[in-house]
């Protein structure tokens, strides 16, 4: 069938014939392939050449067309005009991962990559950058923490740091002048719940200490323990860092596995990416004062098959330890005197509830910890500080009963 067209001015009041209006361009209505709708052009500067260029919108109704050709020009007019764009959420997110994460960990851009392929571009990733909308983000978040048959769903945690990552790629978009405004800013996230923290008992502390006496990670399990330091910190620790002279320990590193390389590791900032000194305990200075004589026997028995790499915890032959094989036998200790399900990092809730327990204030729990602010220490903590105030009401209970003779 051949192609017609049908030129309508976009005005109230028809214009003379061959003549646009105010700049606003002109609507027609075209028939293609049997196929009819409605174009609408107007003129847009472009910014980089400066010259005028030609940009058209499309749809079904003549009355729809028109709205949007005003709305253009009102933002053309008011400076907020932003160019529609071709490119897919699946390509901005392709570019947004590749260029736009300098200085953030490899770690962690493996974790956004992940997110990425395997939840956000499976659902938006042939949609149309600019055609995002609330709505459709919204269910998709609904979405990702539904059960589907025997497939459980997301955790509300995971679906918070889905959509942050989300949310950090479009907010580029808009920096850079692709999108107006935020979709995902208008969602609204699952409630996650804080779980609270699990810590040793009293008896599994003594019974946990009792199992490790002898054991080749002994001395590892105790600084764990009674410093609060993360698996990776006190794997990646290193003699220049440990002062026994004066019981510090400098925590500036932590021992963490290259992104999609298993078994391989390698030395990163810590988690906060500030370091912190912490002074040790007189029993765990004079623990690893004893294990250093004993890593030098080691050493002058190894002779040229010694690895010096400096790590305080070490192999046979002075090669650092692996974090998961120091989990590994924590597992299997644990289980051996009934706690199958204490986790390494148990040990370090243990230090922490210990050290409120001992009267320490919050502010230097906090530092020891590297907890980026006291008030995530609190807030991580809570139970403890409300059973920390209910003892301090029962012995203000006592001395008032002793004062009046109750």
Known sequence: MP????????????????????????????????????????SVIDPVTGKSVQRSI??????EVYAKMIKAQTEINEGTYIEPSK??????LDIWLKTYLNGVRPYTILNYTQHVNNHIKPVFGKVKLDKLNTHMIQQFYNDLGTIHGNKPGLSPKTVKCIHGIFHKAL??????????SNPTTACKLP???????????????????????????????????CTGLRRGEVCGLTWDCVDLEHGTIHVNKQLQQVPGQSGNFRLTPTKNGKGRTITAASFVVDALRQYKVRQTE?????????????????DEVGHRLSP???????????????????????????FATVSLHAGDDIKTVQENLGHATAAFTLATYAHVTEEMKQDSANRMDQFIKGVFGA
């Not at 499309?58 to 009355?63: F, I, L, P, T, V």
């Not at 946990?208 to 105790?222: C, D, P, T, Y």
């Not at 080691?298 to 070490?314: I, M, Y």
């Not at 989990?327 to 204490?342: F, T």
């Open 3 to 42: 192609r017609t067209k049908k030129k309508i001015t976009a005005q109230n009041k028809k214009p003379e014939p061959g003549r646009n209006a105010n700049g606003m361009g002109s609507l027609r209505q075209k028939t293609v392939k049997g196929n009819t709708y409605w174009e609408g052009r107007y």
């Open 58 to 63: 499309s749809g079904k109704d003549q009355a």
């Open 87 to 92: 490119m897919t959420v699946g390509e901005w």
């Open 171 to 180: 907010q580029q978009a808009i920096e850079i002048g692709y999108l107006r």
């Open 191 to 225: 409630k996650v719940e804080r779980k609270e923290v699990k810590s040793l008992d009293n008896e599994a502390i003594q019974s946990f200490l009792k199992a490790i006496r002898g054991h080749r990670f002994e001395v590892i399990f105790l600084v764990t323990l």
């Open 298 to 314: 080691a050493r002058l028995k190894a002779g040229p098959n010694w690895q010096d790499e400096g790590f305080v915890f070490t």
């Open 324 to 350: 998961n094989t120091v989990y590994h036998n924590y597992k299997r200790i644990v289980a051996s005197i009934g706690l199958p399900k204490a986790r390494l990092h148990d040990l370090r809730h243990t």
